[in-house]
């Protein structure tokens, strides 16, 4: 899998939190392990580097302290985890990439 660098955030350590997209229209989401192997914790601010017109197909779950909680396919691959680097604390899960739609009528007042 080939990943492209997106943006960083929330920590000086590695590089980490990050998002990459992938070649598989999918994205990749480096953050803190959590007592789940597939799933991650990551700043809020993580989710605006998503590409224009797209989101993290995944649900997220708000910690309540700036982070959220999301799962995803654990990466466990040498060849994608060398592309990444993950700290000892740190795991990568792979995500869905949605098409944003807009259901809504512009306000014209």
Known sequence: MRLRFLGKGGSTNNGCPSLFATDQDSYVVMGWKTQRPETVEIPHLLTGFAEPSTFIGAALGDTGR????????????????????????????????????????????
């Open 66 to 109: 700036g982070t959220f909680t999301l799962t995803g396919r654990l990466i466990t691959d040498d060849e994608t985890l060398s592309q990444l680097q993950p700290a000892d604390d740190e795991a990568a899960v792979e995500v869905p990439k949605r098409e944003r739609t807009f259901y809504g009528a512009a306000d014209r007042r």
